[in-house]
C-alpha cells in the first residue's frame, strides 16, 4: 500500500505487505530528515534518519528515500507487522525540528 | 538506555491557573526542546533551548510561555494563566548535538478545565 502523505493521513495493509509512507517536506534549507513512530499515549520514537547529501539509507525493516528536487521523503517498512501500527511523522531539520501531519498505519493480521 | 523522564503524567488544572511541567534531559545532552500535541493533531515545536538560552521559537511560544534550567538536571515549561486550549500533551526531547536526532520523553498531558 502507499499513502500520498498529508492528503491521506490513513493507510491499512496486510501483515506481511511492505508499507510505503509519503512525506512532503517545506524548506529546502532543510538538511536532515528523520522518520518518527508514535504509538498511542507515548512520545515519537526515532526510527531512521537521512542526511540531505543522500538520497537512500536503510535500517533495519526500513528504508528511507529522499528526493530533495521535489522535497519529498518515503520510509518503506518491509513485511510490515501488527507491531508496526502507529502515527508515522516526518520531520525536518533545519534551526528546528519540525515535524509533518503524520500517517496512521494499521496493519491487519 | 538513557531516557528522557517528563512529571508529571497527567496535569489537571484549572482554567487561569499556572503550570510547571518538568523534564530530565539525558545527562549529557546539551540541546533542549518542548514540543506540543493537541488530541489527534501533529507534533509542533514550542522551543529549543541551549546554552542557558532560548534558541529558536515558534509563534506559538508567546508571553504566556517561559522555559528555564532551574538546576544541572531539570529543564522545564511554565505556562501562566492557562486556557482551555492549551490542553494538549506536552513532550520534552533532548539531544547530544542540535545536527541529530532527538530523544523525546513520554509526554505530560495537561488537562485545562
Known amino acids: 500500500g502507499e499513502s500520498v502523505g498529508l492528503h491521506l493521513p490513513t493507510l491499512s495493509v496486510q501483515e506481511g505487505d511492505n508499507s510505503i509512507i509519503n512525506c512532503a517536506y517545506s524548506?529546502?534549507?532543510?538538511?536532515?530528515f528523520i522518520w518518527y513512530k508514535q504509538e498511542s499515549g507515548k512520545g515519537p520514537q526515532f526510527i531512521i534518519d537521512i542526511r540531505s547529501n543522500m538520497d537512500k539509507r536503510q535500517g533495519q525493516r526500513v528504508t528511507v528515500l529522499l528526493n530533495k528536487t521535489v522535497k519529498h521523503l518515503s520510509l518503506q517498512i518491509a513485511a510490515t507487522q501488527p507491531g508496526d501500527s502507529a502515527v508515522y511523522f516526518c520531520?525536518?531539520?533545519?534551526?528546528?525540528?519540525?515535524f509533518g501531519a503524520g500517517t496512521r498505519l494499521t496493519v491487519k493480521p | 538506555e538513557p531516557e528522557v523522564t517528563q512529571t508529571p503524567s497527567h496535569q489537571v488544572t484549572q482554567m487561569g491557573q499556572e503550570v510547571i511541567l518538568r523534564c530530565v534531559p539525558i545527562?549529557?545532552?546539551?540541546?533542549f526542546y518542548w514540543y506540543r500535541q493537541i488530541l489527534g493533531q501533529k507534533v509542533e515545536f514550542l522551543v529549543s533551548?541551549?546554552?542557558?538560552?532560548?534558541?529558536?521559537k515558534s509563534e506559538i511560544f508567546d508571553d504566556q510561555f517561559s522555559v528555564e534550567r532551574p538546576d544541572g538536571s531539570n529543564f522545564t515549561l511554565k505556562i501562566r494563566s492557562t486556557k482551555l486550549e492549551d490542553s494538549a500533551m506536552y513532550f520534552c526531547?533532548?539531544?547530544?548535538?542540535?545536527?541529530?536526532?532527538?530523544?523525546f520523553g513520554s509526554g505530560t498531558r495537561l488537562t485545562v478545565v
Open positions: 545527562s549529557n545532552h546539551l540541546y
Open positions: 520531520a525536518e531539520i533545519s534551526n528546528d525540528m519540525r
Open positions: 533551548f541551549y546554552n542557558n538560552e532560548i534558541s529558536e
Open positions: 524548506n529546502s534549507a532543510s538538511d536532515y
Open positions: 526531547a533532548s539531544s547530544e548535538d542540535s545536527s541529530y536526532g532527538y530523544t
